[in-house]
């Protein structure tokens, strides 16, 4: 039976809006986490923030750092507030969104498929990147990927809240 559903796409193209369209729809606050790139610092240098489901990226702890000399990735922040963003109570788990940035974090990675093999329905971004972690998210049969473009993305709200109201039933 499909339990979760995740959403995949090129970059800028609604993934996320698309989520937040979908909770308001549904009415609930949602558990999990979400990242969020900030704005560029005056010497080109931005930070990517790891922060619960229904808080700001003020909230958050940074998991990645970009410079214009390159990235620097914190798989420990993953590992230690990753896990305990997802096992707050909700009936909802927001993952907005899973990428290659996790790939070293194995402690968050457990936490993920823990989740996925839970009660509870996980709504969330799939990166467009093929590494070991996301392949074997891609590869379960209860999830729903839905890829989203420019051309469908004002309609995918209104079916992830068709899915996942069948979820809640137990028909899909």
Known sequence: M??????????QTGKSTAISKAVELLGIT????????THNQTDGSSDVMLYPAEKTP???????????????IFPETF?????????RPAELILMD???????????????????????IPVLGVLRNKNT?????IRRRDDIIIITITKQNRNF?????VYFMNGIRQGKA
């Open 2 to 11: 499909k339990k979760h559903i995740f959403l995949t796409g090129e970059i």
């Open 30 to 37: 949602p558990g999990g986490f979400r990242t969020k790139g």
């Open 58 to 72: 003020e909230d958050g702890r940074i998991i990645a750092h970009r410079s214009p000399t390159g990235k620097t």
């Open 79 to 87: 590992n230690t507030f990753g896990p305990l963003y997802l096992k």
């Open 97 to 119: 969104e899973l990428g290659y940035m996790e790939s070293s974090a194995e402690e968050f990675q457990k936490a993920v498929f823990e989740t996925l093999d839970g009660k």
């Open 132 to 136: 070991p972690f996301l392949d074997a």
């Open 156 to 160: 995918i709200p209104e079916k992830i």
